[in-house]
């Protein structure tokens, strides 16, 4: 089975690069219903995929439809990107970077402060590398950049191989996880 994981297009939204808590909070919302880039492109790398699956997020939905013209997607919230929430209340204004890597802490540090937590993402990974398994056929995912790196390290726990992963996934770039039932 060969699955290809695809990172989504290019959001049409510009994020604060300094911002307090409720501002950081509130980019991330909007962040998340932004349309993508009308001058997004790319072309779908090849394959006869059974199915497509796409998170629950509008973007990953738009990009299957310039990605795969004409296919229709399968939605789960099992591959919705990791959520993240200002790591407290505060009206001091930090550069974004700074909310970003205090809330990633809390999430792999399982605090209650964010909405999802690294035990609870991984078993959403694993749930859909279970179904994956179960179904055995090729298939796209279309998903987002971080969860991307929990469900890549959850396919090679199950026997998958990994093929063309990077650090940071560029939006529209994919990696390829094939597995061999034995």
């Known amino acids: 089975m060969r699955v290809v994981v695809i990172r989504h297009g290019t959001v049409d939204y510009t994020i604060k690069k300094r911002c307090n808590s409720k501002e950081y909070d509130e980019d991330n919302i909007l962040y998340d219903s932004a349309p993508l880039k009308p001058s ?3 072309t779908a790398p090849e394959g006869d995929f059974k199915s497509i699956y796409v998170s629950s997020l ?19 919230c099992l591959i919705d990107e990791v959520p993240l929430r200002a790591f407290k209340d505060s009206e001091r204004r930090l550069p974004f970077w700074v909310w970003d890597i205090a809330g990633r802490f809390q999430w ?5 402060r964010q909405g999802d937590s690294k035990r609870k993402t991984i078993e959403r990974a694993q749930k859909f590398t279970d179904m994956l398994i179960n179904k ?11 969860f991307m790196h929990v469900l890549k390290v959850v396919m090679k726990r199950n026997g998958f191989s990994i093929r063309d992963s990077t650090i940071k996934f560029k939006n529209g770039e994919h990696f390829e996880a094939i597995y061999e039932d034995t």
Not at 58 to 76: H, L, N, S, W
Not at 136 to 145: R, Y
Request: aromatic residues 10%; negative net charge.
């Open 58 to 76: 509008q973007r990953t939905y738009d990009t299957c439809k310039i990605a795969f013209p004409g296919r229709e997607p399968v939605r789960t």
């Open 108 to 112: 792999l540090s399982d605090t209650n």
């Open 40 to 42: 997004f492109t790319m």
């Open 136 to 146: 055995n056929e090729d298939c796209a995912v279309i998903t987002h950049g971080y």
